[in-house]
Nanobody
Framework: QVHLVESGGGLVQTGGSLRLSCVIS????????MAWFRQAPGKEREYVAG????????SYQNSVKGRFTISRDNAKNTVYLQMNSLEPEDSAVYYC???????????????????WGQGTQVTVSS
């Protein structure tokens, strides 16, 4: 069984920062591409950022470029999402996801991700 557990969400004011963490267990996390998605009430789940299994490739949704940074520490089986300059539009439940099939790079299609965490709430007040 593969498990992903997110943490680090919370309430922050506009312009503030949060760092999300995702711990994966039950497998060699270093072999999986990882990503963060988010879902706001009444909206579809959307891609935020992703990182390849070795960390060499990263990608971001346009709205978070320059504000969010994804990273990973394979020795700790953990993926991070550093979020700076947060805006009310960033409020959502953030999900960590793992793609066990991708050999290289990272993709933004949520259907390609076969393991998901339970989500962590991020709320940005104006």
């Amino acid at each position: 069984q593969v498990h992903l557990v997110e943490s680090g969400g919370g309430l922050v004011q506009t312009g503030g920062s949060l760092r999300l963490s995702c711990v994966i267990s039950g497998t060699a996390q270093s072999s999986y591409a990882m990503a963060w998605f988010r879902q706001a009430p009444g909206k579809e789940r959307e891609y935020v950022a992703g990182i390849s299994w070795a960390g060499a490739s990263t990608s971001y949704q346009n709205s978070v470029k320059g504000r969010f940074t994804i990273s990973r520490d394979n020795a700790k089986n953990t993926v991070y999402l550093q979020m700076n300059s947060l805006e009310p539009e960033d409020s959502a439940v953030y999900y960590c996801a793992a793609d066990s099939q991708r050999a290289y790079g990272v993709g933004d299609d949520l259907h390609a991700y076969d393991y998901w965490g339970q989500g962590t709430q991020v709320t940005v007040s104006s």
